[in-house]
Nanobody
Framework: QVQLVESGGGLVQAGDSLRLSCAVSGRISSYAMGWFRQAPGKEREFVVRISWSGATTVYAGSMKGRFTISRDNVKKTVYLQMNSLKPEDTAVYYC??????????WGQGTQVTVSS
């Protein structure tokens, strides 16, 4: 059974950077992985997805260019590098495994707060 634990969130100022990590217990190399986020009062939204090999990434349009996903299958960790953060990036960030095109297993989330 795969379990996911996110870390790296915190309180930062607009323009700062953060790197989130998602530690995976169990098998990682066979899963595509993704990051999602949920702002207060809003639905959870897709941020980015990475293939099992790391060769293919898909970004939500608004995050492309500022956010970068990567993975290390040896360390069983997926990363989300976030640059030029904006107050509207404030949300709980979740990582997830994919089965086909469906996110299935979720972590507990990590809070990112960006002050103006």
């Amino acid at each position: 059974q795969v379990q996911l634990v996110e870390s790296g969130g915190g309180l930062v100022q607009a323009g700062d950077s953060l790197r989130l990590s998602c530690a995976v217990s169990g098998r990682i190399s066979s899963y595509a992985m993704g990051w999602f986020r949920q702002a207060p009062g809003k639905e959870r939204e897709f941020v980015v997805r990475i293939s099992w090999s790391g060769a293919t990434t898909v970004y939500a349009g608004s995050m492309k260019g500022r956010f970068t996903i990567s993975r290390d299958n040896v360390k069983k960790t997926v990363y989300l590098q976030m640059n030029s953060l904006k107050p509207e990036d404030t949300a709980v960030y979740y990582c997830a495994t994919y089965q086909g095109n469906t996110p299935t297993t979720w972590g507990q989330g990590t809070q990112v707060t960006v002050s103006s």
